[in-house]
């Protein structure tokens, strides 16, 4: 057994290659070089180690099959491989309500985390959530501080669609000018 350690660096710039993924070629079995792109792992003499990461066009390295030491340190050069993706246009949608009735009109699965029902989930009852009162404000604040300081605890069925209808009407109860 030999014990390879040593550094990935890309070869256009030598600076160090972070999260190489170092494998064996026998057994599929390896590393990864940390941040500084250190690595070490044990090997046989003659082993083949496969060098892969996304950026970086993939490398190997034999062990010498004449080499006699236990400790093997070596410099993996890899060269910078350009990945070219197709171009996505990202355009906004005129306006938010428009957004919101496309949102609403995807065709979700029917399960428990999506039960609801659709005449609660109009856009009529989300016009004006971005006006919550400061009470509305401290309170869901307050919830979600629970949550993280004493695990979950829920303060309600939230698939229950009476419990979001009453939530709706409050809402435009307070704060919604109409």
Request: proline fraction near 6%; charge should be negative.
């Amino acid at each position: 057994m030999v014990q390879v350690s040593g550094v990935v660096v890309a070869s256009d710039s030598l600076l160090p290659a972070p999260y190489v993924t170092i494998y064996r070629g026998r057994d599929h079995r390896g590393t990864y070089s940390d941040y500084d792109g250190y690595f070490t792992l044990p090997a046989q003499v003659g082993d083949t180690l496969y060098f892969a990461c996304i950026g970086l066009k993939k490398s190997f390295f034999v062990v010498p099959t004449d080499s006699t030491a236990n400790h093997l340190s070596v410099v993996q050069w890899m060269e910078t491989d350009a990945v070219m993706l197709p171009s996505v246009n990202v355009l906004p949608f005129p306006e938010p309500h428009k957004l919101r009735g496309e949102v609403l009109a995807l065709d979700l699965p029917n399960d428990n985390y999506t039960r609801f029902s659709r005449a609660y989930a109009s856009v009529s009852n989300y016009d004006g959530l971005h006006n919550l009162s400061d009470d509305a404000y401290e309170n869901a604040s307050a919830t979600m501080i629970a949550r993280y300081n004493n695990g979950f605890q829920s303060g309600g069925n939230v698939l229950d669609p009476s419990a979001w209808g009453r939530f709706m009407k409050a809402l435009r109860g307070n704060g919604r000018e109409d």
